[in-house]
């Protein structure tokens, strides 16, 4: 199994030889405690077990010689629907209290139902003469009503039904099997959504979560690919070699479970889209088919979930309000959030899910007064929605309250720049001259001053130099906050630490016991707090993990090897040879005095004409940001898709780390990069580091920049956490 999540995510739960025996499609029920279900071939027999995963005991609910095709339960387990093949049809049976009970025969293909404690919406793929159609069932064990879903343009099959049964999954597929494409059909509105079409693609086995907010699927037998209503779309959650088969989201769109005809076995593995922090349910060990999702996966800790209501409704997240009017959305919709302390009056509030609304909510949420920097108040404070300013705000004693249109990350940026030291005080920033010399830039023929445009984020770096200087004098750190630099188009975050302080530098990462992939790839908050960093950045790219033909490969494996030349602790860990340029950012050993740096090029580090002293931390880049002259690299290109980004540098007894913030249109040109470095006259060395959803900043004890809902690959990576190489840490 090609997966693209960590070893610790991906949860074998089943096996079965092949040729010996088989295994067929399963489902989950249960709440607090989940039991798998799933169908043993042995010697001709057909079983129906229930494993229950707490306790990993094993319950036969069902023993026949008649092929077990599917089945599916309800989230209490009380009730179960199997398809069963005859002679002639599928047969549809419920199991309740042990006994079997024959509902309908049908040709049927496929059997999904609803996760509620009675029996809901159930749909199944017919195959007759009058072509391939879905039918769905509503009110399974009351008075039913039932209907058939078909296609002008062609047939309709792989259906999946939610665990609320608001929404069902279909894969339409196009006259002659040209194209197929992915849709969502709603019963209770009548309303069908096209999700994505793919020509030349065979796509089968769908299947979507509560309100229709995440649908899986199926390409050519080999790929899982992933949607998610706010327009994170056709990203691939895994991939294989050999077959796989019916995949399944779980009810709150986090876990996806996926089958593999692997050699010789049945495997079947279980990924967690969203959060890598968190185990959606403890699976027993084992290899098994594939299996539908009838219960909540996480009910006991997770991402929390709201839900916008069409008729309206009041949500509440930490200190913050929702009013949500009718018709803000056109159907209930499923909510993320989470409440992000970074250190200022108020959380940073994230929201995936929705982005665009039909009519604008009021957001209103409450501030902590006693973190505003001496002299300031919630007037200096502007509110940012996505990383742009939002007018009209009214502002109380300790809240605010807004409307918008827009749903995504929600914060407050100070107009007044302050800064924040490694020691918890925070200090206004007093723009004035610096008092040191400043950086000179160069121009055909001649030398002179830098300037900046007025107002800018160099700019109010360069005034702020002063301030800076002031607090490191007793402090070791500071972290900057100065809106021109953190909001669009810089979008950085800026920590400076004080080279004349006895900060002890390293490089860490953790080791792997695969000497073929010697680095274990772990987060940059598990990297920086197991170190007990004052403030920490990530590394250099590392890589490629494994060779998975796909073009997230380099995002989603747990280990990797080592590409640009580094050291750590004064160990050569690699040396580069593959004639690729780099610049060297270097530190001398700790000295209990201070912290010594170095910037130089490949070429003197080959020759090893560079001062040794520079051999305890070493970072290799193909891309400097300042050379030794103290000027910009020439070479950065002029026009450039902008992209997170990490750099570290130093100058003036200084070190300087700077890296994106994590939205999706938070995003910094490389050139962006030199503006800070000049303005902080920072200019004796810098270099680029990785980049994407590796980019991370760590100050005192959380990380400034984690991936916000609205970046893609926030759904792939976990918990707004990529998973690392290494980090460059300062610690006391």
């Known amino acids: 199994m090609s997966t693209l999540k960590r070893d610790q995510l991906k949860t074998q739960v089943a096996q079965a030889k092949k040729g010996e025996d088989s295994l067929r499609a399963s489902a989950v029920t249960g709440t607090e405690t989940a039991n798998l279900l799933y169908i043993y071939q042995y010697d001709g027999v057909y079983e129906a077990q229930a494993v229950n995963v707490a306790t990993n005991e094993v319950k036969t609910l069902v023993r026949s010689t008649q092929p077990i095709d599917s089945i599916s339960g309800t989230a209490d387990g009380s009730r179960f629907v199997l398809s069963m093949r005859g002679a002639q049809s599928f047969d549809i049976y419920e199991l309740i209290g042990g006994q079997l009970i024959q509902v309908t025969n049908d040709s049927v293909d ?47 099959v792989s259906p999946g039904v939610s665990g609320d049964g608001s929404a069902v999954s279909l894969i339409e597929v196009a006259a002659g099997g040209t194209s197929s494409a992915v849709g969502v059909y709603f019963p209770g509105s009548g309303a069908y959504v096209d999700v994505i079409t793919k020509a030349g693609s065979a796509l089968r086995d769908s299947s979507v979560s509560n309100y229709g907010q995440r649908v899986t699927w199926l390409e050519n037998a080999k790929n899982v690919y992933f949607y998610d209503a706010n327009g994170v779309n056709n990203h691939l959650v895994a991939s294989s070699n050999a077959q796989m088969r019916r995949p399944a989201i779980d009810p709150s769109g986090r876990v996806v479970s996926v089958a593999e005809n692997g050699t010789g076995t049945y495997q079947g593995y279980v990924f967690n889209v969203e959060d890598a922090t968190q185990q959606a349910v403890g699976l027993p060990q084992g290899e098994h088919d594939a299996y539908t999702w009838s219960a909540p996966a996480v009910t006991r800790s997770g991402t929390p979930s709201q839900v916008l209501k069409a008729a309206g409704n009041t949500v509440t997240v930490g200190a913050l309000t929702l009013q949500v009017p009718a018709g803000a959305v056109e159907r209930d919709t499923v909510i993320r959030s989470e409440t992000r302390d970074l250190g200022d009056i108020a959380p940073q509030y994230d929201f995936g899910g929705v982005s665009a609304l039909k009519a604008p909510v009021t957001v209103s949420f409450t501030v902590d007064s006693t973190r505003l920097p001496s002299g300031m108040t919630l007037a200096d404070y502007d509110v940012y929605v996505n990383g742009t300013l939002v007018p009209n705000v009214t502002r109380a004693s300790s809240s605010v309250s807004f409307q918008t249109a827009t749903l995504g990350t ?9 800064l924040e030291t490694g020691s918890g005080t925070r200090n206004v920033i007093v723009p004035s001259t610096p008092d040191e010399t400043m ?34 004098r007793e402090h070791w750190s500071v972290k900057l906050n100065i809106a021109k630099c953190k909001q669009q188009p810089h979008s950085l975050e800026i920590v400076v630490v004080n080279m004349n302080k006895p900060f002890k530098n390293d490089l860490v990462y953790r080791s792997s016991t695969d000497a073929s992939k010697p680095i274990q790839l772990i987060s940059l908050k598990d990297l920086a707090s197991g170190a007990s960093a004052e403030a920490a950045i990530n590394g250099f790219p590392w890589g490629p993990e494994e060779a998975r033909g796909s073009a997230y490969t380099s995002v989603y494996a747990d280990k990797g090897f080592w590409v640009g030349t580094t050291h750590a602790r004064g160990q050569v860990l690699k040396v580069r040879n593959d004639g690729k340029p780099e610049y060297m950012f270097a530190m001398a050993a700790p000295n209990n005095l201070n912290v010594q740096a170095a910037t130089f090029p490949s070429s003197e580090y080959t020759a090893k004409t560079y001062d040794s002293r520079f051999n305890y931390t070493l970072v290799g880049s193909t891309t400097s940001i300042i050379r030794k002259d103290g000027t910009c690299n020439p070479n950065l290109p002029t026009t450039e898709t902008p992209d997170r980004w990490s750099a570290i540098g130093f100058g003036n007894n200084r070190i300087v780390m700077v890296s994106s913030r994590g939205g999706r249109g938070e995003v910094t040109t490389t050139r962006a990069l030199c503006d800070v470095f000049l303005g902080l006259n920072a200019t004796s060395g810098a270099i680029r580091l990785d980049g994407g959803s590796a980019a991370g900043l760590w100050f005192k004890d959380r990380v400034l920049n984690p991936l916000a809902f609205n970046n893609p690959d926030r759904y792939l990576v976990g918990g707004g956490l990529r998973q690392i190489a290494s980090a460059v840490v300062f610690k006391r």
């Open 110 to 156: 496929d059997v999904r139902l609803s996760a509620s404690t009675t029996l809901g919406t159930v749909a199944w793929q017919r195959n007759d003469p009058a072509g391939q159609r879905v039918r769905l069932v509503q009110n399974f064990t009351g008075a039913r009503q039932s209907f058939d879903i078909t296609s002008t343009d062609g047939t309709v």
């Open 410 to 418: 929600v914060e407050l940026a100070s107009r007044t720049p302050w």
């Open 439 to 472: 950086p000179q830039s160069v121009t055909p023929g001649q030398i002179q001053a830098q300037s900046f445009p007025a107002g800018s984020c160099a700019d109010q770096l360069q005034k702020a130099i002063n301030t800076i200087k002031t607090a490191l």
